[in-house]
């Protein structure tokens, strides 16, 4: 059974860092790709990173681009979020997901598992 388990979110200022871990359990990590998706409230389910299955493509929001960094080790069946520069209006649950392939995905539908989410709430 896959599970997908998110922590590091949490309060902080506007202009400062987080970094979100999500472990990853039930399935050999290495050959799918895994994205991070948000929702804020009364709001869907959106897109904010993706890295293929051995990291050699990453892709971005734009609302996120130069601030956040996605990036996965292989070996802790683990991938992260750095976010950096962040603002009020990235405040939002986040949820890590496990496509269904290898390949980088965008759509919420290319995913087959997802963690419960960690809040991420950003004060102005």
């Known amino acids: 059974q896959v599970q997908l388990v998110e922590s590091g979110g949490g309060l902080v200022q506007a202009g400062g860092s987080l970094r979100l871990s999500c472990a990853a359990s039930g399935r050999t990590f290495s050959l799918y790709a895994m994205g991070w998706f948000r929702q804020a409230p009364g709001k869907e389910r959106e897109f904010v990173a993706a890295i293929s299955w051995n990291s050699g493509r990453t892709y971005y929001a734009d609302s996120v681009k130069g601030r956040f960094t996605i990036s996965r080790d292989n070996a802790k069946n683990t991938v992260y979020l750095q976010m950096n520069s962040l603002k009020p209006e990235d405040t939002a649950v986040y949820y890590c997901?496990?496509?269904?392939?290898?390949?980088?995905?965008?759509?919420?539908?290319?995913?087959?598992?997802w963690g419960q989410g960690t809040q991420v709430t950003v004060s102005s």
């Open positions: 997901g496990q496509a269904y392939g290898g390949a980088l995905a965008i759509r919420s539908y290319a995913y087959a598992y």
